[in-house]
């Protein structure tokens, strides 16, 4: 029976890459000087510090710019609210979101169910789907109705057998 994975993953190299671009970026374009904008990089948080709310502003810009080129999706990012740090600087922290929650799951699940395929299953397996049919084009037709759909996170689809 064929089946296949759906997944969202982010490529952290590709993160990785975006956030040194835009660090680079910050400290040589004329409008960043003297205001320590900075973006760090955790395990799965990227924090951004500026001197002001607009050229933190500006710095979430350059780094959705970074990484739009290098093919990482916004979606990808849990974008907090503006705050302040110390001495009068801002801060904004952007979680990274890895893996398909039990919310999105369900979703999944239910859009899947709601296409009317015969013989098309979903189960939920840890953070992705699997989804078997009968046909291969019966799941042909589920990663194209699934890419036509807004879920709010990025979706991969892998792991296709026969």
Known sequence: ????????????????NA?????REATTRFDFKGTDSTIELTDQ???????????LRALYQVLQEKMVRRDVSLKSFDVGKIEEATRGTARQKLTIQ??????????????IKELGL???????????LRVTGKKRDDLQ???????????????QFNNFRD
Do not use: C, W, Y
């Open 19 to 23: 956030v040194d671009q835009a660090n």
């Open 141 to 155: 037709a589920v990663i194209t109705a699934a890419k036509a759909e807004d879920f709010g996170i990025p979706l």
């Open 1 to 16: 029976m064929p089946t296949f994975d759906i997944v969202s993953e982010v490529d952290m190299q590709e993160v990785r």
């Open 98 to 111: 890895a893996g398909i929650s039990s919310d999105h799951a369900k979703k999944l699940n239910k859009f």
């Open 45 to 55: 948080e990227l924090v951004l510090t500026s001197s002001t709310e607009d050229r």
């Open 118 to 128: 015969k013989g098309v299953s979903s189960q939920t397996q840890g953070d992705q």
